[in-house]
């Protein structure tokens, strides 16, 4: 093997290795009950993520808003994090499935806080939090 090729292998690992990291760092629930029994247990609300397999503007929110790591340790604080897809999850009734993304904010009980429908750059979710932490406090 040339070192251009061990060089490229190496390179190559570390891209892989880093990616996986990233992705497992946002660590989704996908089952609407656990995420609820999750929220109870911890003492947290639920953040519940919307979005369909081929969606242009989910992608976007999650490269441009999701993929920030202090944003991420901020929202674990607070939230169990579920993300549902309208193509591949059993999406409950009282929760809209089009007009993606769609984000609701609940209750460890399910009751809906807040919902906000579209993309957000990273300091417009940093408002939207805010409003939700508004409506927590009525």
Aim: proline share 1%; glycine share 4%; aromatic share 12%.
């Amino acid at each position: 093997m040339n070192n251009f090729s061990f060089i490229a292998n190496i390179l190559f690992s570390i891209l892989l290795f880093s990616s996986t990291i990233d992705a497992v760092e946002l660590n989704w629930e996908h089952n609407y009950d656990n995420a609820l029994a999750t929220a109870k247990k911890e003492k947290k609300m639920v953040y519940l993520f919307i979005g369909a397999d081929q969606c242009k503007h989910c992608d976007r929110f999650k490269a441009q808003t999701l993929s920030n790591k202090d944003l991420i340790k901020d929202m674990k604080k607070e939230y169990v994090l579920l993300y549902m897809s309208r193509d591949q999850h059993n999406i409950p009734e009282k929760f809209e499935r089009y007009g993606v993304p769609m984000h609701y904010f609940l209750t460890s009980k399910g009751k809906i806080i807040a919902k906000v429908q579209g993309s957000r750059e990273l300091e417009g979710w940093y408002d939207v939090l805010d409003e939700v932490d508004l409506r927590k406090e009525k």
